[in-house]
């Protein structure tokens, strides 16, 4: 699955060869610049301490603490003694195809789609794992890592089942403040998925509520209820999420015109654009492109 499939350059971290998933153990001691990364990123601390620092804010890191980043977040650690880190990455065409059924899942649609973008997390989300979760989590890792030097084509269900089970063990862990309404939580309405698939296959759509309903056979009123008890946002909220990961993406992996990435986006107007890509990295468009785009990297993802 190529040995070492994760690359950094100019603050962009990214899949080298279009890698089905990657693990691995790292050490900071000092500190690690902020960049950004075209993937899920799942960060496990084992050992050590340090500063995390986001567009979510600070957070003091020590073994057992986990931080989970959506594609397109800009995170650095600061401050680091002995920080020893398990990744956990993949591209979000794992969670389209191999893991779209966890959307539907309460515990890992909410790890992976919903719980980094509620309480104004802005695409992150922080856990940890304590005694026996915390080793579970970290065998699973570990598997994931000896993986690495394996042809895909021959093990892409390990892979993918490790990852599973690596994830619903950080999804209890999650769930747990608020265990009671989650572990009870039925799966949502099927209009609820179809929703999110059918406007991340179709970002530069120009997406009104009534024409989603519409698509799914509810009333505008009816989508927005099922939707936000599901997912913690409004539809027309959940796509403007997607468009700027998409944008982020686009920005520091190329050098198409800025007005160019927003149409391509579903944003075709400069100047909603801008106030939409800031208000969701904490940057503008331009200066996030400034100071994360690299060479345009090579990725199937």
Same mark, same amino acid.
């Given at each position: 699955?190529n040995?070492?499939?994760?690359?950094?350059?100019?603050?962009?971290?990214?899949?080298?060869?279009?890698?089905?998933?990657y693990?691995?153990?790292?050490?900071?001691?000092?500190?690690?610049p902020?960049?950004?990364?075209?993937?899920?990123?799942?960060?496990?601390?084992?050992?050590?301490?340090?500063?995390?620092?986001?567009?979510?804010?600070?957070?003091?890191?020590?073994?057992?603490?986990?931080?989970?980043?959506?594609?397109?977040?800009?995170?650095?650690?600061?401050?680091?003694?002995?920080?020893?880190?398990?990744?956990?990455?993949?591209?979000?065409?794992?969670?389209?195809?191999?893991?779209?059924?966890a959307?539907?899942?309460?515990?890992?649609?909410?790890?992976?789609?919903?719980?980094?973008?509620?309480?104004?997390?802005? =695409?992150? /989300? *922080?856990?940890? &794992?304590?005694?026996? !979760?915390?080793?579970?989590?970290?065998?699973?890792?570990? $598997? %994931? #890592?000896?993986?690495?030097?394996?042809?895909?084509?021959?093990?892409?269900?390990?892979?993918? =089942?490790? /990852? *599973?089970?690596? &994830?619903?063990?950080? !999804?209890?862990?999650?769930?747990?403040?608020?265990?009671? $309404? %989650? #572990?009870?939580?039925?799966?949502?309405?099927?209009?609820?998925?179809?929703?999110?698939?059918?406007?991340?296959g179709?970002?530069?759509?120009?997406?009104?509520?009534?024409?989603?309903?519409?698509?799914?056979?509810?009333?505008?009123?009816?989508?927005?209820r099922?939707?936000?008890?599901?997912?913690?946002?409004?539809?027309?909220?959940?796509?403007?999420?997607?468009?700027?990961e998409?944008?982020?993406?686009?920005?520091?992996?190329?050098?198409?015109?800025?007005?160019?990435?927003g149409?391509?986006?579903?944003?075709?107007?400069?100047?909603?654009?801008?106030?939409?890509?800031?208000?969701?990295?904490?940057?503008?468009?331009?200066?996030y492109?400034?100071?994360?785009s690299?060479?345009?990297?090579?990725?199937?993802?």
């Amino acid at each position: 699955m190529n040995a070492v499939p994760i690359s950094d350059s100019g603050g962009l971290v990214y899949f080298t060869g279009g890698s089905l998933v990657y693990a691995g153990r790292h050490v900071h001691e000092d500190s690690y610049p902020a960049h950004t990364h075209s993937f899920v990123e799942i960060a496990v601390v084992a050992e050590g301490e340090g500063s995390h620092r986001s567009q979510a804010g600070r957070r003091s890191l020590s073994a057992g603490d986990v931080v989970l980043l959506r594609p397109g977040v800009w995170h650095g650690y600061e401050e680091c003694s002995g920080l020893v880190l398990h990744n956990c990455c993949f591209g979000p065409g794992l969670l389209r195809r191999e893991l779209a059924w966890a959307r539907e899942d309460p515990l890992l649609g909410h790890l992976l789609w919903t719980g980094p973008y509620s309480l104004d997390r802005r =695409g992150t /989300l *922080a856990a940890r &794992l304590e005694g026996a !979760a915390l080793r579970e989590g970290l065998s699973h890792l570990e $598997a %994931l #890592a000896e993986l690495q030097s394996k042809p895909v084509h021959l093990h892409r269900g390990d892979a993918v =089942g490790r /990852l *599973a089970l690596f &994830l619903g063990c950080l !999804a209890r862990a999650v769930a747990e403040p608020g265990a009671d $309404a %989650l #572990a009870s939580a039925s799966p949502p309405h099927p209009a609820v998925a179809e929703a999110m698939r059918l406007m991340e296959g179709r970002l530069a759509h120009h997406w009104s509520l009534a024409e989603l309903a519409g698509e799914l056979h509810l009333v505008p009123g009816s989508l927005v209820r099922l939707f936000k008890s599901a997912v913690g946002v409004p539809p027309m909220t959940y796509l403007a999420r997607q468009r700027a990961e998409a944008a982020a993406a686009l920005l520091v992996r190329g050098d198409q015109p800025i007005v160019q990435i927003g149409q391509a986006v579903g944003w075709p107007d400069p100047n909603h654009f801008a106030r939409r890509f800031k208000a969701h990295f904490g940057l503008s468009a331009s200066a996030y492109r400034r100071r994360f785009s690299a060479a345009p990297p090579v990725s199937r993802e």
